[in-house]
């Protein structure tokens, strides 16, 4: 922007009006981390606005602990942190954000191990997986976004297709497909999340801890190589869309009824199949099925596309409370049962599942196929690390993938830049 | 007066500080740290290509519409200034998704234009060789209204004697803009030059926005915005102040040669 | 220059302008009509089309039901931070501009040339010590954190020293303090009353780079209630499924009308300020260093 009024922006500078200060300000020392709760201290929350009607349910139903509560943008956290670190003071109490946010690399969220009894941690299974850093738990974990192999169960009736139980049966049904009934779609791998729906439940080691700050990525192994070579074969016979997933030419489509199969997280049926702006599916259309399995896989893997986490701040000055917020937001009934997104917090399920298991908008009852998968999310990629290969893969991937190239020889390129990455934030990386 | 003295405190501070700050780890570590990175060179790269393209388009666009919106009479300037300062206004989320939308094929009023273009689909035009004609695009929709604004109203200034003197003479009006108005119009143009530059080096709003809508480029595009990745992704603010102050003296070499150049610090004007 | 060719030169030149200005207004139309049609029809009706003028009033609601309306709260904040700045810009601007131009202040030069440089230097740099100043002072989530970094205005500055040093003729002033005026009332009473341009360009200015900027509260405020327009639409847009549907598990009913109707809602108080001091603008901005 070449404006006059831009050059505004270093006004800034004039932070200066008092310089001097600032020199002191380097010089202060870090506040240490609390080892008393202080239970009269407010306690700070920052959530997106979903979560918000949870903490203010949580703030009724405790009038004794003084909630401050901010709605902020979670992709912020780490920046804030940063700057608070630096400057020894700032901190919130609670936050609602991704789970990157709680790497105990920030110096930042408190251990809750030792804070949350050990039963209440076992209700996640392995839901809580990316919030263990090196053995033990930094955040508790929201929601899931395992993935289904979403359906129109119509169509696939009336085509008289069986719904793939493994990779090489979908691939195979996409080759039919492509010759019966030309112009319908079983998928689309065009946007970023293809990371999550195929190569991360692959098992394609992409962000594969082993270690304490140290990283297995190897986007050439023969499971990531598998996946590109599928992608390939069934973009170019056109069953699989090369459009972004959210663009208005696939919507187009979607709406009208181009769309047969397409592999996407548990919240796709309410915010991708369901709305009038979106793929607006007809009610009674949609059904899930199991996701299909990797050739060579134990099991049918999925991939936890992220969900939210609840992170306490070591430094929160009446921690006991600070906890008490955070677990009763991802474990408790009260709130977790009225929760938008699939609860991460299994023994809330059934309570959960009510309002979809009755739900005419769905041919069948996702919530069997729904559960099943929370249990099946492939363990190579489910533990958080702090570079995003979802952004690498639309810098590397996603450009060649929508300008018709090959995505199989593009994975050396994907290679150097998460080891790039995954070094600029301090991990040792293992090909 | 003395008020003035605090205004000088904080620019002064700016560079203490940022080096000061790089003394902790050694002046020079940061510096390395900043120019090593594998991200520098591309950002680099395309910063450099985006001014190659985006400073002639900002000066040779302004100059001329400047010169035609000069030739009209106020009644009808006016309100044309205001239109060309509005795109200008929309900044934030707006900004981001008005963008998007006209930017889309199947969706922007201007879709057949873009279509008889050859751009069928989002990616088609969501690409990344595009990416700096796009960016350039932006910046001029953004800047160009305030920058016409700030030389029509120089042009004013010119005497009518002049021009009059120019039109006796028999110099048409493409001889009377190119040898009596562009002359006396250099040293807003230098200043144009010299900011229009600065910013165009430092270019982050554009990048950032287009990533974020459309998922292309990335959030280390350009230099400036690497510089806020050091920053807030790696917490290195050591190598984000570095680098700024790398950008900086770039700036300020271009400032002086210009300066120099342009004897726009001279007081006589020699026509 | 023949007569003929001076009709055509009009038609040549107006028909590029117009076009221009074409480019420009349709995305403002396109934005206008936004708030008027539903999500849907915002995807498949014709760009340019109308709904009905309900829209309007239906994307207001929604946008009030976020929060219990605290968008009114972030226009009222962004309303009197960016007065005050206004105000405050206004008045460092024409003082230290006068100071430069008139009296003989130790090193003028220099400090005219950092003042330029000010214009240039990446924000980037500035993150951290501007941070770590807020934070010391005590000034975190105060409107004071925004409102007193925004005050020093370079590019005011030097303007503010071109119209001094170019515009006013020494003599006026001296005659002024030879009648035993003192310095401020001479700037007062024979200066800023032969200044009005320059003040009206100087609040423009000033009121745009604080109206839309991001950058400096972003970094200082942290609580939704102290939000500028700016900060906070970012935090509502980042809240809801409006551009990013991959927000999963928000039900908020705000979609692309609410967001362009809080565009437009951006927009429109740069438009008014503009209309309103643009008289001044066409005088021009860089008048003095060209006179000089």
């Known amino acids: 922007m070449h404006s006059p009024a831009r050059s505004t922006r270093t006004a800034m500078i004039a932070a200066a009006l008092v310089a001097p200060l600032a020199l002191s300000a380097c010089a202060g020392s870090p506040s240490q981390e609390q080892t008393e709760s202080d239970p009269t201290a407010p306690v700070v929350v920052w959530t997106d606005s979903t979560r918000q009607p949870g903490f203010e349910a949580y703030a009724a139903a405790h009038p004794d602990v003084d909630l401050e509560i901010t709605v902020y943008k979670p992709a912020e956290l780490i920046s804030k942190v940063q700057l608070f670190n630096a400057s020894g003071s700032g901190w919130p109490d609670v936050v609602f954000a991704p789970a990157q946010g709680a790497d105990p690399y920030y110096e930042w969220a408190a251990s809750l191990d030792d804070k949350i009894d050990a039963d209440t941690l076992e209700g996640f299974g392995t839901a809580n997986r990316p919030c263990e850093f090196n053995g033990k738990t930094y955040c508790l974990v929201n929601d899931v976004s395992q993935m289904v192999l979403w359906y129109n169960a119509d169509l696939m009736a009336q085509f008289g297709y069986e719904v793939p139980t493994t990779w090489d049966e979908y691939a195979d049904l996409g080759k039919r497909v492509a010759k019966e009934h030309p112009g319908y779609l079983i998928g689309s791998a065009g946007s970023s999340f293809m990371y999550h729906s195929f190569f991360r439940a692959a098992g394609c080691p992409l962000q594969d801890v082993t270690g304490e700050n140290e990283v297995h990525i190897d986007a050439t192994d023969p499971n990531c190589v598998a996946v590109a070579e599928m992608l390939d074969e069934l973009i170019a016979a056109g069953v699989v869309s090369n459009l972004d997933l959210w663009s208005p030419e696939l919507t187009t489509l979607a709406q009208e009824g181009k769309v047969l199969m397409h592999p996407g997280a548990s919240w796709f049926g309410e915010f991708v199949f369901r709305p009038e702006a979106s793929w607006a599916f007809g009610e009674g259309t949609l059904a899930a099925a199991a996701y299909p399995k990797w050739s060579g896989a134990d099991e049918a893997y999925s991939a936890n596309a992220g969900g939210g986490t609840y992170i306490v701040s070591k430094h929160a000055a009446n921690l006991d409370a600070a906890v008490d917020i955070a677990t009763w937001m991802a474990t408790s009934s009260e709130y977790q049962a009225t929760a938008p997104t699939y609860p991460a917090y299994t023994p809330v399920l059934g309570e959960w599942g009510e309002r979809i298991s009755a739900d005419p908008f769905y041919a069948e009852d996702p919530m069997p196929v729904l559960a099943e998968a929370v249990d099946l999310i492939n363990p190579i990629n489910d533990y958080t690390v702090r570079y995003d290969v979802e952004t690498a893969f639309g810098t590397v991937i996603v450009p060649v993938a929508t300008s018709g190239g090959s995505i199989a020889d593009a994975l050396p390129k994907l290679q150097e830049e998460l080891k790039n990455l995954a070094q600029s934030v301090g991990y040792t990386v293992v090909d | 007066m003395l008020l003035l003295l605090f205004g000088i405190g904080p620019v002064a501070f700016a560079f203490v500080s940022a080096l000061g700050l790089s003394d902790v780890r050694g002046v020079l570590s940061p510096f390395a740290r900043a120019i090593g990175d594998f991200r520098f060179l591309p950002a680099l790269t395309n910063v450099a290509i985006y001014l190659a393209i985006s400073l002639p388009l900002m000066i040779v666009g302004v100059v001329a519409l400047s010169l035609l919106v000069d030739t009209l009479r106020r009644r009808w300037a006016a309100p044309l200034l205001l239109v060309y300062t509005l795109p200008g206004a929309i900044t934030g989320a707006a900004a981001v998704m008005l963008w998007y939308f006209m930017l889309q094929p199947a969706l922007s009023p201007f879709g057949p234009a873009l279509r008889a273009m050859g751009f069928e689909r989002g990616p088609d035009i969501f690409n990344n060789s595009f990416l700096v004609w796009i960016f350039a695009l932006m910046a001029f929709a953004v800047g160009f209204g305030q920058w016409v604004l700030v030389v029509t109203g120089a042009l004013k200034s010119v005497s009518e004697e002049l021009l009059e003197a120019a039109r006796i003479d028999g110099c048409s009006a493409w001889q009377t803009a190119v040898h009596v108005k562009l002359p006396l119009m250099r040293r807003t143009l230098l200043f144009m030059l010299i900011l229009a530059f600065a910013s165009g080096i430092q270019i982050f709003v554009e990048p950032q926005i287009l990533h974020s809508v459309a998922g292309v480029g990335s959030t280390s595009w350009s230099l400036n915005q690497l510089g806020m990745t050091y920053a807030f992704l790696n917490g290195d603010f050591g190598s984000a102040a570095a680098l700024s102050m790398l950008l900086f003296a770039v700036c300020l070499v271009v400032a002086v040669f210009v300066l120099v150049r342009g004897r726009f610090l001279d007081t006589e004007h020699e026509q | ?292």
């Open chain 3, 1 to 292: 220059m023949s007569r003929r060719r001076a009709d055509v030169t009009p038609v040549l030149t107006f028909i590029p302008l117009l076009g221009l200005a074409a480019l420009c207004i349709v995305p403002l139309l396109w934005l206008i009509f936004a708030p008027t049609k539903t999500d849907a029809q915002i995807v498949a009706d014709a760009p340019l089309s109308f709904g009905t003028l309900s829209g309007y009033a239906d994307a207001w609601g929604n946008l009030l039901s976020f929060q219990d309306g605290i968008i009114l709260r972030w226009l009222w904040n962004s309303v009197w931070y960016s007065s005050a700045i206004v105000v405050g810009a206004v008045i460092v601007c024409l003082a230290a501009g006068y100071a430069l131009a008139t009296a003989p202040v130790p090193f003028r030069r220099t400090i005219l040339v950092v003042t330029l440089i000010g214009m240039i230097v990446p924000a980037a740099a500035l993150v951290l010590p501007l941070f770590l100043e807020i934070s010391a002072l005590g000034l975190m989530n105060s409107p004071f954190a925004f409102i007193l970094p925004s005050l020093f205005f370079p590019f005011g500055v030097y303007l503010a020293f071109l119209h001094f040093s170019g515009n006013i003729p020494p003599e006026i002033l001296n005659a002024a303090r030879i009648d035993g005026a003192g310095e401020w009332r001479v700037l007062w009473s024979v200066a800023l009353p032969l200044s009005k341009s320059l003040i009206g360009m100087l609040a423009f200015f000033s009121f745009v780079a604080s109206w839309v900027n991001f950058f400096l509260p972003f970094l200082v405020l942290n609580k939704s209630e102290a939000y500028p327009l700016s900060l906070g639409l970012q935090a509502l847009m980042a809240n809801t499924p409006a551009l990013n549907p991959a927000a999963g598990g928000s039900f908020i009913p705000i979609h692309r009308p609410e967001v362009a109707l809080a565009g437009i809602l951006a927009i429109v108080p740069v438009a008014i300020v503009f209309l309103f001091s643009q008289r001044y603008l066409a005088r021009g901005i860089l008048t003095g260093s060209i006179k000089d």
